[in-house]
């Protein structure tokens, strides 16, 4: 009913910077807030970001002033971004998305996942 699909993973030295992407499609009637988690080897798998469908933003302390979550109301307000500056090798990790969705078919919501997108930095 649901997908969302991640993209914008790579392999990058410390410093460098990425923009993952995630753009949610389907039976959508409305989202709620969407979010970024990420799961490195042997961990478990940990909030990053979110950002509500009022534009509020929040940021787990170890990306804060690193990490930038958006929309981009213009083009798509089912697409969120994630704005990675200042990469470390401890944000190696599978980065998810998230999104809490209110469907055409249900006045619910409910979590959806993306597959997830490797984010690899090398030190």
């Known amino acids: 009913q649901v997908q969302l699909v991640e993209s914008g993973g790579d392999s990058v030295q410390a410093g460098g910077s990425l923009r993952l992407s995630c753009a949610a499609s389907g039976s959508i009637f409305s989202i709620n807030r969407m979010a970024w988690y990420r799961q490195a080897p042997g961990k478990q798998r940990e909030w990053v970001a979110v950002i509500t469908s009022g534009g509020n933003r929040n940021y787990t302390d170890s990306v804060k002033g690193r990490f930038s979550i958006f929309r981009d109301n213009a083009k798509n307000k089912n697409t969120v971004y994630l704005q990675m500056n200042s990469l470390k090798p401890e944000d190696t990790a599978v980065y998810y998305c998230?999104?809490?969705?209110?469907?055409?078919?249900?006045?619910?919501?409910?979590?959806?996942w993306g597959q997830g997108t490797q984010v690899t930095v090398s030190s």
């Open positions: 998230n999104a809490g969705v209110r469907t055409l078919y249900d006045s619910r919501v409910d979590d959806y």
